[in-house]
């Protein structure tokens, strides 16, 4: 009975991989970085080989840590691939070479045409049939910057010599040495190209791109069948049989698998997934309707909200600010004082996302007297965190009304101050597991089920039980007088 379930999770700044056992722990994991372009202001790129090369890189440590053990490839029973989202790349089908480097989803460089599109009047549109408000962040736009940008890729393109894909895509398209051009629903939902409704690529949408329907890639389900790794490749032959964007995966490795339930990763920047099972929920609040998995045909919905700035904060404090030396002693700096001392702190450095939606926001600190200092300058930023947060489950409460779990992961998760006062100001309890990967464990849960590794969510409920549980301890009082506080602060930094 083989033993292992490999994880390939490609993020934006690193590749890792990362081995599991039936019990759910994480046996070993590997990590490399790969470069950042920045070719203008405000665009990124990342060249598609050096996403490929880390990505083996750290798949080929797994497999010589299997080896040091005595062990093999063959342990492995299946691979799970997880990405960051959005990202496009445009490749040749018969040599592999990418036209052109992958637009990165945090690259704006297709700004004027969303412009474009919204004074058109496109985006009920656009909303309607795939749950997004027209942005540079998603798929679509960059597609067509390429074909308008890069010579003769348009007509390649409608030869039917070129691909499409974001980072899955190209990722298991690799690995199978050409034989497996696909993604799943998860992925393709951030395109701007899919119909959420219908589970096809939207022809409407596709010709008013002038984008043709060969070059995008067949949408399976998260947990399903996407072939198996080629032997000139890895060495072997390996199943993959999970594969979902990074967010969705933490949803589904958090285990939120009942309608309301609610994960939020604490990275650079926030991203919260609410599950909103088969109902496709139009927020009213700036959220963005997604899709959570889809597994045996049938998908799961989810809504979206992102905070821009969230542990980034504490490392602008670091870096720039000065005024720490590392994130682990915010938390004790944030408890040497009794309360915020009436200072905010907004850090709306790139506008303000959910629920605001101002990209002219700029960032605050406000409510300083001479007796503030470095200690509540710290726990007002972590605060920040908190309250952002609460904005967007606030948001999604009130297009739900069916808030269920909250579960948390991600690097400032690991805060004991901020989980607290996040689940003070909240008035809920929230959850932490003790693995904080959650992104990795999803790709694995999803690839682990299909093969038969893990028998159903209920196994995977029992895998992950070990978490740590925050309670609120605050009164009504002060939350709303904190809370009031925090809006009048936010409405300093809004220009809207
Ligand atoms: N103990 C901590 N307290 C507060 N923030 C932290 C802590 N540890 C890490 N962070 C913040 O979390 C972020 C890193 O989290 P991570 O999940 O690795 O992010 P990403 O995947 O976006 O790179 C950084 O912005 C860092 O400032
Ligand atoms: O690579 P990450 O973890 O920053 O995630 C990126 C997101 O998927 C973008 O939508």
């Not at 797994?62 to 040091?68: A, R, S, V, Y």
């Not at 606030?394 to 004991?416: F, H, P």
């Amino acid at each position: 009975m083989n033993k292992y379930i490999l994880a390939l999770d490609q993020g934006t700044t690193s590749s890792r991989a990362v081995l599991f056992d039936r019990s759910g722990a994480k046996v070993f994991a590997a990590q490399y970085e790969f470069p950042q372009i920045f070719p203008k202001a405000g665009w990124v790129e990342h060249d598609p080989k050096d996403i490929l090369d880390s990505q083996l890189h750290a798949l080929r440590d797994c497999i010589e840590f299997l080896k040091t053990g005595g062990e093999d490839i063959s342990e492995i029973a299946a691979i799970g691939v997880t990405n960051q989202r959005e990202t496009t790349m445009i490749w040749d089908k018969s040599t592999g070479e990418p036209v052109y480097n992958a637009i990165v989803w945090q690259c704006r460089r297709t700004a004027d045409t969303c412009d474009r599109f919204e004074e058109q009047g496109l985006d009920k549109f656009f909303r309607s049939k795939t749950g997004l408000l027209i942005d540079p962040y998603f798929s679509a736009t960059k597609i067509k910057w390429i074909f308008d940008n890069v010579d003769g890729v348009r007509e390649r393109a409608q030869r039917g010599e070129l691909l499409f894909g974001t980072v899955d895509t190209w990722l298991i398209w690799n690995l199978t040495g050409g034989r497996v051009h696909a993604t799943d629903y998860t992925n393709a939902s951030r395109t701007m190209l899919f119909n959420i409704h219908t589970l096809e690529w939207d022809r409407e949408i596709l010709g008013l791109l002038g984008i043709p329907e060969c070059i995008l890639p067949e949408v399976r389900n998260s947990s399903g069948d996407f072939g198996v790794t080629s032997a000139d490749v890895i060495g072997a032959e390996i199943p993959i049989c999970g594969c979902a964007g990074d967010q969705q995966a933490a949803l589904f490795g958090q285990c939120c698998y009942l309608k309301g339930d609610v994960k939020n990763t604490y990275g650079t920047g926030g991203f919260l997934l609410m599950n909103t099972g088969d109902e496709c929920v139009e927020s009213k609040n700036g959220l963005l309707t997604t899709i959570a998995w889809g597994i045996g045909g049938k998908v799961t919905y989810a809504l979206e909200g992102s905070v821009f700035v969230s542990g980034a904060v504490v490392k602008w404090l670091r870096d720039e600010l000065c005024i720490i030396n590392s994130a682990e002693e915010t938390a004790a700096l944030a408890e040497s004082v009794p309360d915020n001392g009436g200072v905010y702190f907004v850090p709306a450095f790139v506008g303000l996302g959910t629920p605001y939606w101002d990209s002219d926001a700029r960032g605050v600190i406000c409510g300083l007297t001479r007796g503030a200092g470095r200690a509540h300058i710290v726990r007002a930023a972590l605060e920040a965190i908190a309250y952002q947060t609460a904005d967007v489950i606030k948001a999604m409460e009130e297009d739900t009304s069916a808030l269920g779990l909250i579960k948390v992961d991600g690097g400032a998760s690991q805060n004991d101050f901020l989980m607290q006062f996040q689940s003070d100001i909240l008035g809920r309890s929230i959850i932490r597991p003790r693995n904080v990967e959650s992104t990795a464990t999803g790709a694995a849960f999803l690839a682990g089920l299909h093969c038969g590794f893990w028998e159903n969510r209920e196994e995977l409920n029992r895998v992950s039980q070990k978490f740590r549980e925050f309670i609120p301890a605050m009164q009504e009082s002060e939350r709303s007088r904190l809370t009031d506080g925090w809006k009048q602060a936010v409405g300093r930094s809004l220009m809207k």
